[in-house]
């Protein structure tokens, strides 16, 4: 059974960093291309960042870009996720998710196949 855990999430104040951890179990990890997805309050699940198998491929929705770092380390089946500069329009559940697909990697959530539970990230002015 596949199971992806979220961790890291909580509160932070602007201008904050945190860095979130996804460990995955049940899968061969580095076969896996995986992403970052937020949902807020009201808004539909979004892209954040995505990252190839063997971590040298990234890709960032344009309102991370710079402040964002995405990672993994396959020896540890875990993918990160850095935020520094954080704005409160960051506060959202951040979920990991892995996808089956044979591509690099992945911007659209219907590419993912297993998803996390998600941890709360909430960014205070």
């Known amino acids: 059974q596949v199971q992806l855990v979220e961790s890291g999430g909580g509160l932070v104040q602007a201008g904050d960093s945190l860095r979130l951890s996804c460990a995955a179990s049940g899968l061969t990890f580095k076969n896996y291309p995986m992403g970052w997805f937020r949902q807020a309050p009201g808004k539909e699940r979004e892209f954040v960042a995505a990252?190839?198998?063997?971590?040298?491929?990234?890709r960032y929705a344009d309102s991370v870009k710079g402040r964002f770092t995405i990672s993994r380390d396959n020896a540890k089946n875990t993918v990160y996720l850095q935020m520094n500069s954080l704005e409160p329009e960051d506060t959202a559940v951040y979920s990991c998710?892995?996808?089956?697909?044979?591509?690099?990697?992945?911007?659209?959530?219907?590419?993912?196949?297993?998803w996390g539970q998600g941890t709360q990230v909430t960014v205070s002015s």
């Open positions: 990252i190839n198998r063997n971590g040298a491929i990234t």
């Open positions: 998710a892995a996808s089956r697909g044979n591509g690099l990697y992945y911007v659209n959530l219907r590419s993912y196949d297993y």
